[in-house]
Every structure is written in structure tokens, then in C-alpha cells.
């Protein structure tokens, strides 16, 4: 978070909250009150203004930034911050968002339209050298850097033997290749991710409309856990390999980078890969990685997106394939992509591992299976950070 020069003008803002009930039982008013007050004694982020007063401070912010929740009219609360920027009320309301369940009997529409606002007027996050020396023991503060030299020159190896120059070529020509049998995952690491994702992945902010898969978010030590350190090194090691490979340097561009990128080595990696699943029925809409917003600019820093698929017996009959329109990446609506764009369906085969360029638009069409079968990739999205006016993912505002 930033903390503005003293020459930031400091605003006072408000957010208003209708409550669902009208008029709201003293218990419900209550129990609001108290979540309040909870939030601002167990969070890091806050620091009660006083031990009787209901306001809050941020010290990250300042000693003027003060908070405040309270109600306002018989049918609502109302949430006032003074002493701050835009950007930094935008943080609170990011923080409030994220405790949104605490605020049971509320509206939050409000609150999700101040927190899309705010993530959408941010440049995207840069990403993390690619090459950075023991960048995986960073990643992974178990590992010793001889452990994480190691790994890196096994995934390296391995990322080199996956990608002749047949395979570059098509990925230059096409925009995507597929790579078949790139890994081999273990039954019990398979078994064991599921269990993972039963614990801790979730819907996403999107609509239902748009998907209705379910997501975490995987640091190196929860792919360890998962037994899937080795799947994590290999999407980690397609960037460096690329931009040595020198074939995604070459092509220009009217914009600077943006550190850690520079112009020899542009791609930029993540900490964390995605892991995702689709159950019987459930699917993602045609949208892109990186698509055009209404100024004509890209809406992010992604670049590549890398698939590795984990779902062994799959068949052309369990659907769940990746839908790819070729040519599709200066479509601004994904109707026109979709309607106007040839394409490939790419099944979500056991080992196969799919790298793309992230503006094509692309699907993930229904998992039709039968018997339960659910439909897991991990992915991995590698940034081109530039001085280009990207300002962050389009955040929808579905619940």
C-alpha cells in the first residue's frame, strides 16, 4: 500500500450499507455493532482509536486516517473514513470486502462496486524475476538454496527436453501449442490436491453466468504438500527457458518495461499457481487472460497462461475441453471472438500441458462426465510488465 506525499489532498469518505431487514431487530443491529468491533481488535490492519470508542485507526496510513461504522438511518450503516487518500480508502474497503461475512444482513453492493473501482484504477502487479538466483527457496522457505539449485536444474532440464524448436515454432505460428505426456502425476498427489481443494478453494468474484469452477491459490509449499513440488518447478521453469530461447524478446514494443522485466527478459513469473476444478456441469464462458478494455488498452501484465492438466482416463465424451479461437486476440467483445474465430478444443488430458498466448480469447466448455468425475488443471500466468496504462484485471461485480 502506498503512503501518499504530504501534498496528497486528505478526504473524508463515506460508503453507505442498506440493511436486508426493515426495520432491523435490535439484534441484528447488535450483532453488526459487534462485528465491527471484532474486525478492528483482531486485524493487523486496524488499531482501536481508544478502549470506549467505536472508531478505528490505520497505521499504515497515518495518525489522521480514522474509521468508523456505525448506524446511520433506521435502515442502514454507514462506514466513514477521514484523513485519507482515495487509494487508501480503497484499501479499507478492499479489507472490509474481505470480511464481508462478519457483515451478515447487509447489502455489501455497494462495497463490491467501491472495491471493483479500486482494483481497477491499479496497475497490475509486475510479477517476480524469472531468474532470480534460488528464486524457488524463496519461494518455498523449507527448502535449503542446495535443495532449490537442484530443483531448478531438474525443472530447467525438463522444460529444455519439452520444447524443440518444432514446438517453439508452432507457439510462434499458432499462439498455443499442446504438449503432450510433459509430466507424469501421481495417483496420490491427484488424490491429495482434491483433498486440498475440498478444504480450501472457493467460487471466484465473478458471476455464476461467467464460471462456476472453484479455486486456490498454491504457494511451493502447498504443491509440496499436494506432492506436486515438481509440477510447480516445471510451469515455473517455461518462463526463464522462453526468454533465453530469445523468440519473446523479439517481438517489439512501443512501451518501456516495467522492473523486474527488462527488454532481454521480459516474462515474469508469479509466486502462486492457480488450481482449479470443474465438477459435473460446471464450465467457464469464452473471456480472455488479458483482454482490451474500453480505452483500447490491455486490461493486465499477462502474457503466457501454462495448463497442466491432471485428470487421467479422460475422454472426448467427459467434455471439459479448452476451447481456443485462433487469431482472437484483438477482439474486444468475446461474442464477436467467438462467432468470428476459428477454433481448437484442447481436452483436459492426464500430463498434457497447454502454453498460450493470454490475450486469445478461450472456454472451458461443460464437464458432461458421468460418475463424478471433476476436472483439475494448475495454471500459471506469466507477465510482460510494460509502461503501457494497464490498470489491473477487470474486476467483476457478481457475487
Partial sequence: ??????????LSHRLSFPLLVDPAPSSVVSRLDDAFSTLVSDDYFFERADHTSSAAKVPS????????????????FLLTVSGCTAEQFGWICVKFYEERRKFKGLDHGSLRRATASHFNSLPPHPGYDAH??????????????????????AS??????????????????????????????????????ASYLASFAS????????????????????????????????????SP????????????????????GTAERPLTNPRNIQAAEYGEG??????????????????????????????DGWSSSDGGALRIFRRSGSFSAMSAASSCCDFEDVLPLGGRLLVFDSRLAHEVRPNVSEGGKVRRALTLWASRPEESGARGEVWDEGT
Avoid: K
Fill in 282 to 311: 460446471e464450465y467457464y464462458a469464452t473471456h480472455s487472460d488479458n483482454g482490451l478494455n474500453e480505452g483500447g488498452g490491455r486490461n493486465n501484465y499477462r502474457y503466457l497462461t501454462y495448463i497442466y492438466y491432471l485428470n
Fill in 132 to 153: 532470480a538466483p534460488w528464486s524457488l527457496a524463496d519461494a518455498d522457505p523449507s527448502m535449503t538454496r542446495f535443495e532449490a539449485d537442484l530443483a531448478s536444474s
Fill in 1 to 10: 500500500m502506498l503512503i501518499p506525499s504530504l501534498l496528497v489532498l486528505l
Fill in 156 to 193: 530447467a532440464a525438463l522444460v529444455r527436453s519439452l520444447f524443440p524448436d518444432s514446438v517453439l515454432s508452432s507457439l510462434s505460428r499458432d499462439g498455443f501449442v499442446v504438449i503432450d505426456d510433459a509430466f507424469s502425476t501421481s495417483p496420490a498427489a491427484a488424490s491429495r490436491l
Fill in 203 to 238: 467460487r471466484t468474484h465473478q458471476s455464476r453466468s461467467i464460471r462456476t469452477d472453484r479455486v486456490a491459490f498454491l504457494s511451493r509449499s502447498d504443491a509440496r504438500g499436494c506432492g506436486l513440488q515438481s509440477e510447480y518447478d516445471m510451469l515455473m521453469a517455461v
Fill in 241 to 260: 527457458f522462453l526468454n533465453d530461447d530469445g523468440r519473446w524478446t523479439a517481438e517489439e514494443s512501443d512501451h518501456e518495461p516495467v522492473s523486474p
Fill in 61 to 76: 496510513f497515518g495518525s489522521s486516517a480514522l474509521v468508523s461504522f456505525r448506524r446511520a438511518t433506521p435502515d442502514s
